[in-house]
């Protein structure tokens, strides 16, 4: 079964912080991709990666930035947390499109920004 | 830009009533619709999931149909259950450059089945 791991389940940072939020698959999945869960509003995609060293900026790009130098790590960064960015994080892989685009999440990140 | 529509945000019925959700899409060009159920605390989990070519899609007692003219689909509980209370999200897939399989989400539903 894919396994989709996120490196924290609860991170309580400071404004100002530079926090970095991890993520491993374990299935070769060429797509991954970081949401954020807000509630009312769903999840929105701050940015995703269909390669090695290839990004996108998804929906809500502002203030963070990814990192993907190996295949199975998708890492988000916040460069100087905000109280805004008090949020779910979710990580997702998934295989190439055509295949099965099937998401698989991991557990999520609760952050906390103070 | 893109954007899906998801009705309605909390929907609570009876234990075996049926529950239905509705969702809209702007993108002309998506193909895929799949719909996520997330349970307290949990992750998101694909339950269903229908193409453009077809026009409706069931296991056991979730059904999910598209109407590709109206640019919307729905998601269809019978008989629900307590284990069915969550939040479902539908999403559909947005044409990219990147082709990557990139999807919008809905804003989510909360479900609740009394017993």
């Known amino acids: 079964d894919v396994k989709v791991t996120q490196s924290s389940r609860y991170l309580v940072k400071r404004t100002g912080e530079k926090v970095f939020l991890e993520c491993v698959q374990d299935m070769d999945h060429e797509n991954m991709f970081w949401y954020r869960q807000d509630p009312g509003l769903g999840l929105r995609l701050i940015y995703f990666?269909?390669?090695?060293?290839?990004?996108e900026k998804g929906d809500i790009p502002e203030g963070y930035s990814v990192s993907r130098e190996k295949k199975e790590r998708f890492s988000l960064i916040l460069e100087s947390a905000s109280t805004n960015q008090t949020s779910m994080y979710l990580c997702?892989?998934?295989?190439?499109?055509?295949?099965?685009?099937?998401?698989?999440f991991g557990s999520g990140t609760q952050l906390s920004v103070l | 830009g893109e954007n899906v529509e998801q009705h309605p945000s909390t929907l609570s019925v009876q234990e075996g009533d049926s529950a239905v959700i509705k969702c809209t899409y702007s993108d002309s060009a998506s193909n895929y619709f799949p719909w996520y159920k997330q349970e307290l605390g949990k992750r998101p989990q694909l339950i269903i999931d229908?193409?453009?070519?077809?026009g409706e899609k069931k296991d056991q007692r979730i059904a999910v149909t598209l109407n590709k003219t109206a640019k919307h689909f729905s998601l269809h509980i019978t008989e629900t259950q307590p284990e069915d209370s969550a939040v479902y999200f539908c999403?559909?897939?947005?044409?990219?450059?990147?082709?990557?399989?990139?999807?919008?989400f809905g804003q989510g539903t909360t479900l609740q089945v009394k017993p």
């Open positions: 990666s269909y390669d090695v060293k290839m990004k």
């Open positions: 229908i193409r453009s070519n077809v």
């Open positions: 997702a892989s998934s295989p190439p499109q055509g295949s099965n685009e099937k998401l698989f």
């Open positions: 999403a559909a897939s947005i044409s990219g450059s990147s082709n990557t399989g990139k999807l919008i």
